[in-house]
Structures are given as C-alpha cells and as structure tokens.
C-alpha cells in the first residue's frame, strides 16, 4: 500500500517563527511532490511542487526534497495567523496525474 | 463561471436513497478526479477519469459509479446510500501533459447520509 504519512498536529508557532511541516512517501517511483493549505470548511488549493532534490523557494515557502530518505519537507518563514490551517503533502503515484494525499497537518500560528 | 464548479453544496438524504453529485469543470482538463475527505483519512480516491468515457477505480470505489459523457463533466453517483458515505466529496482536474501533475479542486459537497 503506497503511503504518505504527516504528523497530524497541531502544530503551534508564535507569529513570525517559522513553521517546519514535514512528511514522508513510500512509493520509491514517485517524481512529484505537492504541498496544499486548506482552511476550515474550504478545498485544499497548491501552494508549492517540488520534483527535484533540494530547494524550491517561492516567498515565504520552501518546500524541500530528499529522495534517498523518501521525504518531503515545508518551511514557512515569518509565519502569519492568516497561515493557521491545515496542510496536506501529495505524491504522484501509478499515471494519469493521480495523487496520493497524506492526513495533514494542522497549523496554528498564535499572536 | 471559470473553473471547478459542485453541486449541490449540501446535501442531507436517507440511507438507501440514490445520489448523485455534479462536478463541472470549464478548463477542458483531460483528468479528473473525486475524492472524499474524513477525519483522520486525509483525501482518499473514490474514482478518477482520463478522458470522456474513460473511467477507473481508485482506493475507495465501492458503492460509488461515475460516468464520463463529456470532458467537463464527472458526476459521481452514490447508487445505494450508506452512513459511511457521510463525508465531505471533492472534484479536481489536471491536465494531460503537465510536467508537475497538480490537481485543481473544487469547493466540496458535504454529504449527510441519515
């Protein structure tokens, strides 16, 4: 059973730290890797892909990958409470763009 | 209205009742996608779709049937309501030939099954 696990949370910061949600996947074959916010009550919506080992920094995100430890990590820098919702991390796996989801982590980022 | 679109919203119904949910999207995305969402399960796949009148199961299938007549529409329907079914249901689309596979969801019904 290809599987991506995430610590459910919560996970608390104080506003203006920065947030460190890590995950990590199974399946060896897969390439891409996604990072979705989703507020309460609302759809997940992307904010970061990765698919080659490292870095990708894109504002206040950086999304890392390590493919020889089958893991996948977020940072959010200067965390805001606007920040505060649940994060979801993807793999592709087995074609035809299919995804599969880890449970989440959910953040808080208090004042 | 540009996107992915669901309807209804909301939806109550009895156990044993046959439902059906609509996913509309406006993109001509080749894949689409449903999902369901519980507590503690994440997202997992019920159904997805490769083109108009191409189908395929995905990790949670059973008591679900979609179709496929048109590339932007991807209903999903429950034939034999069940109090497991009780959940929150998403649609997405991707396109054929992304480089990065993201998928693009829409708003979520949210089912209860009585």
């Known amino acids: 059973q290809k599987e991506v696990e995430q610590n459910s949370g919560p996970l608390s910061v104080p506003e203006g730290a920065i947030a460190s949600l890590n995950c990590t996947y199974s399946d060896r074959g897969s390439q891409s890797f996604f990072w979705y916010r989703q507020y309460s009550g609302k759809s997940p919506e992307l904010i970061m892909f990765i698919y080659s080992n490292g870095d990708k920094e894109d504002g206040r995100f950086t999304a890392q990958l390590n493919k020889a430890s089958q893991y996948v990590s977020l940072l959010i820098r200067d965390s805001q409470p606007s920040d505060s919702a649940t994060y979801l991390c993807a793999a592709d796996s087995g074609g035809y763009n299919k995804l599969i989801f880890g449970a989440g982590t959910r953040l808080a980022v208090h004042p | 209205d540009a996107g992915i679109t669901q309807s209804p919203r909301y939806k109550i119904t009895e156990t044993g009742r046959q439902v059906t949910l609509m996913c509309h999207q406006t993109w001509s995305h080749s894949y689409m996608f449903w999902y369901r969402q519980d507590l503690g399960h994440g997202l997992r796949l019920i159904y997805y779709?490769?083109?108009?009148?191409?189908?395929d199961k995905g990790e949670v299938p059973d008591g679900y049937v979609v179709s496929r007549s048109k590339t932007e529409n991807f209903p999903l329907t429950l034939e034999s309501a069940t109090r497991s079914q009780t959940s929150v249901y998403f649609c997405?689309?991707?396109?054929?030939?992304?480089?990065?596979?993201?998928?693009?969801f829409g708003p979520g019904t949210r089912l209860t099954v009585t």
């Open positions: 997405a689309s991707s396109e054929r030939g992304s480089s990065s596979y993201e998928q693009y």
């Open positions: 779709s490769a083109a108009a009148d191409i189908t």
